[in-house]
């Protein structure tokens, strides 16, 4: 049976925070020996936690677990209540700088959601997806 663990990063509402969550994800990934996984992570890790701290005002976080099922979950909680627009497929913003991380969320995982959470005492939501790390 696979290795289970869970982390959360609690984070301000920076942009400098993207890079601090991008980081710390390689360095949890990388002390499991789940190197393999590490540039396609960041890239889904990002996108998320980059719409977490544009799209609100207040706290957020990342969370990475893996499961017993061998599946590494990566989810970035924020405060706003308010469920993500749905992924635009990427061939409609291909060259946009804003609208495509959900959609690269959604072509590059094995799977993704949003679900409403009250973590941290605030109402918010979690938008994660999941890779599969064998």
């Known amino acids: 049976m696979p290795e289970t663990w869970d982390y959360t990063l609690q984070i301000p509402n920076d942009p400098r925070a993207v890079t601090v969550a991008r980081r710390t994800l390689r360095l949890i990934l990388t002390m499991h020996g789940l ?5 396609m992570a960041e890239l889904l890790a990002t996108e998320l936690v980059s719409n977490a701290v544009r799209h609100t005002k207040g706290p957020a976080a990342l969370r990475v677990r893996h499961s017993p099922e061998g599946m590494v979950w990566i989810g970035a909680w924020d405060t706003d209540p308010v469920p993500p627009d749905p992924p635009r ?18 072509a590059c ?17 979690y938008v994660w997806c999941e890779l599969a790390a064998a």
């Not at 190197?35 to 540039?39: I, M, N, P, Y």
């Not at 497929?89 to 959604?106: H, M, S, T």
């Not at 799977?111 to 605030?122: E, I, K, M, V």
Request: aromatic share 8%.
């Open 35 to 39: 190197t393999g996984l590490v540039d």
């Open 89 to 106: 497929p990427l061939e409609q913003v291909a060259e946009a700088e804003d609208g495509r991380g959900l959609g690269l969320v959604k």
């Open 109 to 125: 995982a094995d799977l993704w959601g949003w679900q409403p959470s009250a973590r941290f005492g605030d109402r918010g939501k």
